[in-house]
T-cell receptor
């Protein structure tokens, strides 16, 4: 088990471009979360999946953001028409649905996005 | 709405004890977490409290009072490697599922 992985680790893009990030959770983890974190702040909740179902989505998430988890395994987060304010670390986390570790979210290393 | 407050920064001495407080206001409370985050790294889980009382895990302990909307993280026998941000997070249960709200974090500086 290699933990949660995210790709790419860094992304630099120009304003107005679309970007897509990928998250591979720990295998057999049913729950998957996306967060955004800026310097000096805690992670900000974006969205949550249980298997392939997107059960919760932050109202802070504009229509430019979309996330999918089509087969209940890996997930993608797409940002359309990026803005400079989208520059942040995008973190993915996963947790099992049941068991003694079901309360623990295991975070990936994050994708750092810079929008020029 | 949700609101989580914790001090911005704290400084303590190696070998000492430090207590990091967290107060919260939320609906549908379903647990409180503490995470440690070193600069440039992802958060790592430290503790989870859903019932009132103290949970001890090695040098780290976490306390919860649901009626007061209050928690603290206690770090004993501080080591230099404990210098990090400590994030208080509250999980809410909504009709759609769960949502975890993080505080801004407390940056702890451990000095020799």
């Amino acid at each position: 088990d290699t933990g949660v992985s995210q790709n790419p680790r860094h992304k630099i893009t120009k304003r107005g471009q679309n970007v897509t990030f990928r998250c591979d959770p720990i295998s057999e983890h049913n729950r998957l979360y996306w967060y955004r974190q800026t310097l000096g702040q805690g992670p900000e909740f974006l969205t949550y999946f249980q298997n392939e179902a997107q059960l919760e989505k932050s109202r802070l998430l504009s229509d430019r953001f979309s996330a999918e988890r089509p087969k209940g395994s890996f997930s993608t987060l797409e940002i359309q028409r990026t803005e400079q304010g989208d520059s942040a670390m995008y973190l993915c986390a996963s947790s099992p649905l049941l068991g003694r570790n079901s309360e623990t979210q295991y975070f990936g290393p994050g994708t750092r996005l810079l929008v020029l | 709405g949700q609101n989580i407050d914790q001090p911005t920064e704290m400084t303590a001495t190696e070998g000492a004890i430090v207590q990091i407080n967290c107060t919260y206001q939320t609906s549908g409370f379903n647990g409180l977490f503490w995470y440690q985050q070193h600069a440039g790294e992802a958060p790592t889980f430290l503790s989870y409290n859903v019932l009132d009382g103290l949970e001890e895990k090695g040098r780290f302990s976490s306390f919860l009072s649901r009626s007061k909307g209050y928690s603290y993280l206690l770090l004993k026998e501080l080591q230099m490697k404990d210098s990090a941000s400590y994030l208080c997070a509250v999980r809410e249960r909504n009709t759609g599922g769960f949502k975890t709200i993080f505080g801004a974090g407390t940056r702890l500086f451990v000095k020799a």
